[in-house]
Structures are given as C-alpha cells and as structure tokens.
C-alpha cells in the first residue's frame, strides 16, 4: 500500500475492495490499505509543492498536507 500510494491510490482502493468484497481480507485491511496509500499520496504531493513551487505556497501547502497526514495516522491508531 505504502509504495503504491507514491504515485496513485486508484489502484489499490480497487484492488482492497475487491478483496474485501471477495471475503479475502477484512474491511478493517482494506481500510488500513487504503489509508496508509492515501498518507503515502498525500505526502508524495506535498513534496512535490514543496520543491518545485514557491518558498511560501511550498511550505503553506505542505503544512496543510502534514496536518491531513497526521490525522490519516491517528485514524489508523484509533481505530485499529
């Protein structure tokens, strides 16, 4: 999940439902699939901004980003 969501988490949102659906993993798994290619897609992005764009649009997004990040993993330490 972690280097899937690098480049895209499409893939694997698919691949963990049809897992799930199929009785393969449980829904929690597939959540935890999901989430952790979202923080790893979303810190990927901010990266990107952070050194391709300005310094102050740069560090505004990647702060936004971080705080998105950091809630992603308290829901996976809550929930799991």
């Not at 963990?16 to 699939?33: K, Q």
């Amino acid at each position: 999940a972690f280097f899937s969501g690098i480049l895209d988490v499409d893939a694997i949102v698919v691949s963990m439902a049809d897992l799930s659906r199929d009785g393969e993993i449980t829904s929690l798994v597939a959540a935890t699939g999901v989430t952790i290619a979202t923080i790893t897609n979303t810190l990927s992005k901010g990266f990107i901004v952070l050194f391709l764009g300005s310094k102050t649009v740069g560090w505004r997004s990647f702060i936004s980003l971080a705080t998105v990040v950091l809630i992603g993993i308290l829901s996976l330490v809550f929930f799991l």
